[in-house]
């Protein structure tokens, strides 16, 4: 079974700064590859798919890359509302799998 | 514009059954597949399984089959998860959320439904 592992698990970042999340899958995956941000107390919100395109709205300071078994999500420079949990999600394999999440907070 | 709205919180005891509904609103609901995924307190996402609104298809990760039951009320536009022998590790946010296609992301989320269990 798929297994999708995101490292770190807590990021300390200072605002302004750059920020690198990673995800690797256990096995090579095609691109369907998509990022999601959990704030406190919200839903998930979808930020990028197909690795690399940002679904709406999503501000371009956010970018993904990737292919294989290796991806990230980078955020060029990092506000206030960007301190949350990010969880990457391949949604072809059955059964969908995301990663355990990379906490990203304030340094 | 599109909404998913979820039913409120649940206080259930360990062997007791939850059904949770997703109310779909802003789009045509039998299109977008509904997937639900919950979070336990300090815990990731877990992909729960799969629904298709039009034909009443479903899928469900090993660990919840025979105990999860997705299905649809098509004049309602609504979604329901139904979770049978509850237990104390099942206290979790349950969310409903709708993906396009099998092989799309979730672009729409419900807004969570807490359901915790407990003696």
């Known amino acids: 079974e798929l297994v999708m592992t995101q490292s770190p698990a807590t990021l300390s970042v200072s605002p302004g700064e750059r920020a690198t999340l990673s995800c690797r899958a256990s096995q090579s995956v095609n691109d369907k590859v998509a990022w999601y941000q959990v704030r406190p107390g919200q839903a998930p919100r979808l930020l990028l798919y197909g690795v690399s395109i940002r679904a709406t709205g999503i501000p371009d300071r956010f970018s993904g890359r990737g292919s294989g078994t290796e991806f990230t999500l980078t955020i060029s420079s990092l506000q206030s509302e960007d301190f949350a949990v990010y969880y990457c999600h391949h949604y072809t394999n059955w059964p969908q799998v995301f990663g355990q999440g990379t906490r990203v907070e304030i340094k | 514009q599109v909404q998913l709205v979820q039913s409120g919180t649940e206080v259930k005891k360990p062997g007791d059954s939850v059904k949770i509904s997703c109310k779909a609103s802003?789009?045509?609901?039998?299109?977008?597949?509904i997937y639900w995924v919950r979070q336990a307190p300090g815990q990731g996402l877990e992909w729960m399984g799969w629904m298709n609104p039009n034909t009443g298809s479903t899928g469900y990760a090993q660990k919840f089959q025979g105990r999860a039951s997705m299905t649809r009320d098509k004049s309602l536009n609504t979604a329901y998860l139904e979770v049978s022998g509850l237990k104390s590790d099942d206290t979790a946010v349950y969310y409903c959320?709708?993906?396009?296609?099998?092989?799309?992301?979730?672009?729409?989320w419900g807004q969570g439904t807490l359901v915790t269990v407990s003696s």
């Open positions: 959320a709708r993906g396009e296609s099998p092989s799309s992301p979730y672009d729409y």
């Open positions: 802003g789009y045509t609901f039998k299109i977008f597949d």
